[in-house]
């Protein structure tokens, strides 16, 4: 396959960026996304370029590092991680536009990269729970209900790459932050910290600078692993529950 | 020395809802859903005007009436008028804020743009700056008559006649009623999520709920210029 690329290139994070228009010849339809962007790098190193900067870990889907806007699609054309999406989604002689999320809780540290750990403070806020450590406790001795469980886990499938946020019109952090919270509220081990947590990560997600929630469905549409849209509707019932429940104390 | 066991005291309820999105979002969707309430009951009074001047003004007399001997005159309508601009302020003030911080989290946009959210929701924010010029407009024309030629205080047959007899005013109700039923569309829904009453089972029901209110809505008010238009009601 032969494909023309259009790269956001942007030198640091003061720098101004622009889009970079380069041509790359052999590319295998079996090839991955990044790994066509390695084959990108290699020819740009050989020419004694500077590569283009990119994120990425795991390369199956799970961690979470990688990223991209791939014609104005978070993560591309496929409802996948960038990393799980491969060329045979684009055909012989197409022009592939790539830029970083854009977001301005998110800013780019260098050319595709940008800076997440905005989600690491939400996280920080009230992403855990309380437990003793040592030994590890006897796994029947809490029972959570199936449906309790089956829904924990739904939203515990967010990896946390940010594609929700890329893909809102708004720069939202809603759908990350409400998977993290219906995840470990529907659950008995995060009961104690039920209405704390709610409270906390929402104010730490308004203090990041990310937007509010207008209800476009962009998150849910760009989310490589599915977290619904209803997410948001559970997390802003868990948040004016708490509320209600911190005004009486 | 006794130690304080509370050490944590969070900010009130009031000031914990309006300093955070979601809790500003509530605000939006109360408000909202009281402006619909009224837009509901006001569309149906509308529809009197196709039973005849003596019936629509009766009951815009009525209205004046409502609540006495319990209530003096016009009470009722000025407490449902306060109420009014309590949630048109509060619903524009929290869209003005939300809005600000939205723009300002996504300064830069991308060079590949894709538009793929319904037409409902990208003109919330157009829609309701219209939505707000035109009930100034609004009341001005047929409350209170300011710019209404031969503005008759207690004939409002006859004035919302005047009023559909002219082009621009056609124009501007009929723009108006549009805005309306497309904001209604996105905002009722929207709301029941902001209220947390949305569920998986439930959603279906809300999106029917909310398109039908809105066609009722914009079939209902624009009914009435139509009418004076064609000649149904004179």
Known sequence: MKLTLRVWRQKNADADGAMST?????????????????TLNEELILKGEDPVAFDHDCREGICGACSLVINGDAH?????????????????????????????????????????????????????????????????ATPVPKPDADFAFEHAECIGCGACVAACPNGSAMLFTSSKVNHLNVLPQGAPER????????????????????????????????????????MNKEWLRATRKAGKR | ????????????????????????????????????????????????????????DGYAHWLRTLG???????????IVRVVLVVAVVAHAVAAYQLSRR??????????????????????MRWGGIILALFIVWHVLDLTTGTVHPDFQAGHPYQNVIDTFSTWYGNVIYIVA??????????????AAQTLGAGSRTRDRALKITANALALVLTVGFVSVPVAVMTGVVS
């Open chain 2, 1 to 56: 020395m006794a130690l304080a066991t509370r050490t944590d005291r969070r900010p009130s309820f009031a000031r914990t809802v309006w300093d955070s999105s979601v809790g500003k979002k509530t605000v939006m969707a109360v408000s909202g859903l009281i402006m619909l309430l009224y837009l509901v009951v006001h569309m149906l009074g509308n529809l009197k005007i196709f039973f005849g001047a003596a019936e629509f």
């Open chain 1, 76 to 140: 591309g054309p496929e409802r996948t991680t960038t990393c799980q999406l491969h060329m045979r989604s684009f055909r012989d002689g197409d022009t592939i536009d790539v830029e970083p999320w854009r977001a301005a809780a998110f800013p780019v540290v260098k050319d595709l990269v940008v800076d997440r750990s905005a989600f690491d403070r939400i996280i920080q806020a009230g992403g855990y729970i309380t437990a003793p450590t040592g030994a590890a406790p006897e796994a029947h």
């Open chain 1, 195 to 234: 209405e704390t947590r709610v409270l906390d990560m929402v104010a730490q997600m308004d203090e990041e600078g990310f937007g509010g929630c207008t209800l476009a469905g962009e998150c849910a549409t760009a989310c490589p692993k599915g977290i619904p849209l209803m997410s948001i509707t559970g």
């Open chain 2, 177 to 190: 009623v549009l805005a309306v039923g497309l904001h209604v569309r996105h905002g009722f829904w929207s």
């Open chain 1, 22 to 38: 380069y041509e790359v010849d052999g590319i295998s339809p079996d090839m991955s996304f990044l790994e066509m962007l390695d």
């Open chain 2, 102 to 123: 939205d723009i300002k989290a996504r300064p830069s946009k991308y060079v590949h743009k894709k538009a793929r959210t319904s037409y409902a929701t990208r003109t």
């Open chain 2, 68 to 78: 006495e001997p319990f209530l003096h005159h016009e009470w009722a309508l000025w």
